[in-house]
């Protein structure tokens, strides 16, 4: 695959900004309404993390779904100051890490049943985020996993290791 002209001549991503960018947006919306919190920002791999340190989850919502909104907001806000699309991740009030913990026993007592009984285990559904961190799990047991269906009803299905069939 080549790139495009494009491609060539724009600037690499600079993470750092695109986390700056989306702390900038998040410290006014916070100031908005009048809602105190702490932001972090930090680059991992090949995403911007920013994260809101805050007693409330007022701003996760039910299921973390006011929290997806607002890192799709914030991805919107790099996006217009850059001309590029971010992979940014937000968390607020620790919600993703617990989340992410949640999701790994989850997907491990999942795995431990596709092991006991052969059979294939469907999860319920989940968002990328959510998704992303069960198949890390399952490809890390040696199993095999996809997802099935349609957003926002997306799940992962786990089956039995091709070879152990």
Same mark, same amino acid.
């Given at each position: 695959?080549?790139?495009?002209?494009?491609e060539k001549t724009r600037p690499p991503v600079d993470l750092d900004a695109e986390g700056e960018i989306a702390a900038d947006y998040l410290e006014e919306l916070l100031d908005i309404i009048d809602?105190?919190?702490?932001?972090?920002?930090?680059?991992?791999?090949?995403?911007?993390?920013?994260? $809101?340190?805050?007693?409330?989850?007022?701003?996760?919502?039910?299921? =973390?779904?006011?929290?997806?909104? *607002?890192?799709?907001?914030? !991805? *919107?806000?790099?996006?217009?100051?850059?001309?590029? !699309? #971010?992979?940014?991740? *937000?968390?607020?009030?620790?919600?993703?890490?617990? !989340?992410?913990?949640?999701?790994?026993? *989850? +997907?491990?007592? +999942?795995?431990?049943?596709?092991?006991?009984?052969?059979?294939?285990?469907?999860?319920? +559904?989940?968002?990328?985020? @959510?998704?992303?961190? $069960?198949?890390?799990?399952? +490809?890390?047991? =040696?199993?095999? #996993? @996809?997802?099935?269906?349609?957003? /926002?009803? !997306?799940?992962?299905?786990?089956? /039995?290791?091709?070879?152990? @069939?």
């Open positions: 695959m080549s790139l495009t002209e494009t809602m105190d919190g702490d932001i972090d920002t930090y680059t991992e791999g090949d995403r911007a993390h920013v994260s $809101v340190v805050t007693e409330s989850d007022m701003l996760v919502g039910k299921n =973390g779904e006011v929290l997806d909104a *607002l890192q799709e907001l914030a !991805r *919107l806000a790099v996006l217009t100051d850059t001309g590029r !699309r #971010s992979r940014l991740m *937000l968390d607020i009030a620790g919600y993703r890490d617990k !989340r992410r913990k949640e999701l790994q026993l *989850l +997907a491990q007592d +999942a795995v431990n049943e596709v092991k006991e009984s052969g059979e294939q285990v469907r999860l319920a +559904a989940m968002n990328p985020f @959510e998704r992303k961190i $069960v198949h890390d799990v399952v +490809a890390n047991a =040696g199993l095999t #996993s @996809e997802s099935e269906g349609v957003e /926002p009803n !997306r799940r992962v299905v786990i089956s /039995p290791a091709a070879d152990a @069939e």
